[in-house]
């Protein structure tokens, strides 16, 4: 199983940017792919991003050109650069891959305000 270790979220003004990091316990090369998804209080969580292992992404339309995934092999590590932030990105953001065995991690919190 992999463990997954989610940070960098935290409070911010609408408008600003602020980058997640998520870092894996052991080697993600194998993955098919790596994703972010989010869950917003009293919501289903949702998928946000993904990058695949030949380096393609897609994202969903509420975050399209203001989002972007990125992933570092060498440090096991998955990021997601968010800028120009809306009330309605506030969720706890969480990475998993595609392909591996994983837990869960716990996620990292975001909060946009108005």
């Known amino acids: 199983q992999v463990q997954l270790v989610e940070s960098g979220g935290g409070l911010v003004q609408a408008g600003g940017s602020l980058r997640l990091s998520c870092v894996a316990s052991r080697s993600i090369f194998s993955a098919a792919a790596m994703n972010w998804f989010r869950q917003a209080p009293g919501k289903q969580r949702e998928w946000v991003a993904t990058i695949t292992s030949g380096g393609s992404s897609g994202y969903a339309d509420s975050v399209k050109g203001r989002f972007t995934i990125s992933l570092d092999y060498v440090k096991n590590t998955l990021y997601l650069q968010m800028n120009e932030l809306k009330p309605e990105d506030t969720a706890v953001y969480y990475c998993?891959?595609?392909?591996?065995?994983?837990?869960w991690g716990q996620g990292t919190q975001v909060t946009v305000s108005s």
């Open positions: 998993k891959p595609t392909g591996l065995a994983f837990d």
